[in-house]
Antibody
């Protein structure tokens, strides 16, 4: 079955950087676009970024552009999200999610369990 | 960016009764390929979101048939024909006609 497992979250000081990972199994990662979505405590879902199946295109929400970097290693079945200059408002659960298609225009059909990032001094 | 508006933002339903959630988009979600890029998710307490309906009206694998989606263009509806206790959660619509995805604010459904 499709399984997405995020890791790399934790308590991080403001201004620091962090890289989240998402390990994919049960499907061929290289056939799907992948997304990162976050959810601040008690809030709704906020889409962050998408990367095409072959990493040739990456799109970011305006609010994170320039500070977040999405990447993937299909040979390692892993998706990444690097977050620089962490701010208090980055505190959230970060989900990786699979797009049904290869270019990111289809529905998100599977989600990981999420990893919590807490920005605090 | 496309803005999605959901109504109501909260809903309290008696088990066995129907429920309906509306999602309105600031732009048409019907593309020239004939497909509608509006999808519905539910996030049950303590869980990640899960896909219910894709393409406005198609039930995802394993989703009970008491869930149905309808609508076109800019106005969409998710209906639960008979609410059960396990349907408690927050329901979100999401558009994928643009790569810059957006979600609706969510509708919290609880049981009376």
């Amino acid at each position: 079955q499709v399984l997405l497992v995020e890791s790399g979250g934790g308590v991080v000081q403001p201004g620091r950087s962090l890289t989240l990972s998402c390990s994919a199994s049960g499907f061929t990662l290289s056939s799907h676009a992948m997304h990162w979505v976050r959810q601040a405590p008690g809030k709704g879902l906020k889409w962050l970024a998408v990367i095409w199946y072959d990493a040739t295109n990456k799109i970011y929400a305006d609010s994170v552009k320039g500070r977040f970097t999405i990447s993937r290693d299909n040979s390692r079945n892993t998706l990444y999200l690097q977050i620089n200059s962490l701010r208090d408002e980055d505190t959230a659960v970060y989900y990786c999610a699979r797009d049904r298609g290869y270019s990111g225009y289809e529905e998100i059909d599977y989600w990981g369990q999420g990893t919590l990032v807490t920005v605090s001094s | 960016d496309i803005v999605l508006t959901q109504t109501p933002l909260s809903l309290s339903v008696t088990p066995g009764q129907p429920a309906s959630i509306s999602c309105r988009s600031s732009q048409s979600l019907l593309y020239s390929d004939g497909k509608t890029y509006l999808h519905w998710y539910v996030q049950k307490p303590g869980q990640p979101p899960q896909l219910l309906i894709y393409g406005a009206s198609n039930r995802f694998s394993g989703v009970p048939d008491r869930f149905s989606g309808s609508g076109s263009g800019t106005d969409f509806t998710l209906k639960i024909s008979r609410v059960e206790a396990e349907d408690v959660g927050v329901y979100y619509c999401m558009q994928s006609i643009q790569l810059l995805r957006t979600f609706g604010p969510g509708t919290k459904v609880d049981i009376k």
